[in-house]
């Protein structure tokens, strides 16, 4: 994606760049959207904790009551922040980085 001309506000918003898609193999997915838990994810995940506005439980890293499930920024938060998810992120993406060497990468499993 790439940012298209303005509109009439003055808003700039994101456009497809025509050759730019691809498709890769890959281990592992993280996934980085929204701001909310997905209805999809808590109904298939009955273990995940969240809290009584529906937030994802984590701990200072991220880490959820799932083994392996990381979780940062609003959907733990609520509404906060841009500075903060980022922090979240970084604190995250150092624990996920862990987690994968010490269990994943090292065949020990979980």
Known sequence: MELGQADESGRRKPVPV?????HMKVD???N???TRSNPLL???APDLELNKWGN???DGEGATSLTGVYAGGDIVRGGATVI????DGKR???AIDGYLKQYVFTG???
């Open 42 to 44: 808590t109904a298939t």
């Open 108 to 110: 020990k499993g979980y």
């Open 32 to 34: 980085a959207i929204g």
């Open 28 to 30: 592992v997915v993280v």
């Open 18 to 22: 025509p050759g730019s898609r691809y």
């Open 84 to 87: 903060l998810a980022m922090g």
């Open 56 to 58: 994802i439980v984590g």
């Open 92 to 94: 995250g993406a150092a």
